[in-house]
């Protein structure tokens, strides 16, 4: 059977119009030293940069008179960090929407994504050193919306891998014929915690709420028995919200990373829950909202 394949020149085209779109730049590795102190300071970020506004000419007519190129925006950048990074990538995640939406004719608004990683000094003979660091494991993240003159901010931390190896448990869930899942209150609990927060208000110090938020998660994972992954996000939210008040809510995505303890007793060996299989995947994946009531 012989196919007919149109003429793109010659169909009956459907009416179609633009939906949202944007452009911009992704994966810029910006890296800044601050040398205006004996000890100095670095800021590591991965940035990206996303533009709306009224571009249909550049997409319905081929027409690129509105238009920045990509590696404008990343030039811009490296250009504005020179001055403009001064503190949080928060703030500077403002400074280069300001600029975006000035310099772009049909630039309406724009958001800002920032992966931050974090580096802690070097130790030598006992003491911090000057310039020299170790890269930690958790990343700030931080998302900036606006039009330049009003802006919502996420920030948020990615990547923290947490343990404990007592002091959790899991009973009297649900059950039906396909469990098989046996009760505990001597667990493992671990997880790989992706966090991020909005704010109810419009200026604050965003690394120091990102310093309490850590902390307060830090802290709460510790100290207390964990019923369930569920019990534990809800309180580790209320303590942040507790400390932090210039946070509205925070979602915390916890998946379950399992560790099981291994069957060596068919082996002749007994397992004093010392030995423990990490499971990677399956996981339990358990998200929600903490919200001020």
Same mark, same amino acid.
């Given at each position: ?8 020149? %010659?169909? %009956? ?93 049909? =630039?309406?608004?724009?958001?800002? $994504? ?36 009003? &802006? ?13 190896? %007592? ?5 009297? $869930? ?45 802290? %709460? ?18 303590? =942040? ?33 010392? =030995? &423990? ?17």
């Amino acid at each position: 059977m012989t196919q007919t394949i149109p003429n793109s020149a %010659t169909e %009956t085209k459907v009416k179609v119009k633009m939906g949202d779109n944007h452009y911009g730049k992704a994966d810029v590795r910006l890296f800044k030293v601050f040398r205006d102190q004996p000890k100095h300071e670095i800021k590591d970020v991965w940035v990206r940069v996303a533009m709306r506004g009224d571009f249909d000419a550049a997409h319905v007519e081929g027409d690129n008179t509105d238009l920045l190129a990509t590696d404008t925006v990343r030039n811009t950048i490296y250009g504005l960090a020179v001055d403009g990074l001064t503190s949080s990538v928060e703030e500077y995640g403002k400074h280069l929407i300001r600029h975006f939406v000035e310099q772009g004719p049909k =630039v309406t608004s724009a958001t800002a $994504y920032f992966t931050e990683h974090l580096w802690d000094r070097m130790q030598s003979n006992g003491e911090a050193h000057d310039h020299a660091f170790v890269r930690q494991m958790p990343k700030h993240t931080a998302v900036v919306e606006g039009d330049g003159k009003t &802006f919502t901010v996420t920030s948020g931390i990615d990547e923290l891998y947490i343990l404990k190896t %007592t002091q959790s448990g899991w009973e009297g $869930y649900l059950k039906e014929p396909f469990t098989t899942l046996p009760e505990t209150n001597d667990r493992i609990l671990a997880t790989v915690v992706t966090a991020k927060w909005e704010y109810q208000v419009d200026e604050c110090d965003y690394d120091d709420v990102w310093q309490r938020v850590y902390t307060s998660l830090m802290d %709460t994972f510790t100290d207390h028995y964990s019923a369930s992954m569920q019990a534990t996000l809800y309180k580790i939210g209320e303590t =942040v919200l507790t400390r932090c008040p210039e946070i509205s809510r925070i979602h915390f995505a916890f998946p379950n990373r399992h560790h099981i303890q291994y069957n060596t007793e068919r082996h002749g060996v007994t397992n004093p829950k010392s =030995v &423990f299989h990490a499971d990677a995947d399956p996981y339990g994946q358990i998200e929600g909202w903490v919200e001020r009531a």
